[in-house]
């Protein structure tokens, strides 16, 4: 199981920046992924993104983010078998002022299951986030 993301920063409607790369999937991912295969009780969704100060390594086991603003996934896809695709934005008038230091995947039940850390964006009202993450949940190397 792997992730990946990729983060367009959108100034005055025009991309700026590209931040791409790997990202951390947490162990509670693996729990998460045997429960649902089975239909145990109990299981929940990926639906929401949030936006974090925090700054430290990523590991498989994080929890949470940093001073976190979570809020919904904008949409997702299955481009290919064992591979969706989570899309979502952070507007112009969203988390002003503040640093943004890293990004998460969360569950309804607001557990972690991906977290990426960036160098830092400054958010200003005039910049806009547009962010695709890639998690490929299977391969079929034996």
Known sequence: MKGFVKIEIIKDGSVTG???????ITRYTQELLSKLLVGAPGTVILSKVGFGTGSSTP?????????AYIK????????????ICINYTLEENEMNGIT?????????????IAR??????????ILKLNSTR?????????
């Open 100 to 112: 943004i230091r890293e990004i998460g995947l969360f569950t309804s039940d607001n557990k972690l």
């Open 59 to 67: 590991t498989p086991d994080d929890t949470g983010l940093t001073d």
């Open 134 to 142: 890639q998690l490929q949940l299977f391969t079929s190397e034996v």
């Open 116 to 125: 990426k850390v960036l160098a830092g964006i400054e958010k200003q009202d």
């Open 18 to 24: 590209v931040i791409e790369g790997p990202n951390i």
């Open 72 to 83: 919904p996934i904008t949409n997702y896809s299955f481009p290919e078998p064992g591979v």
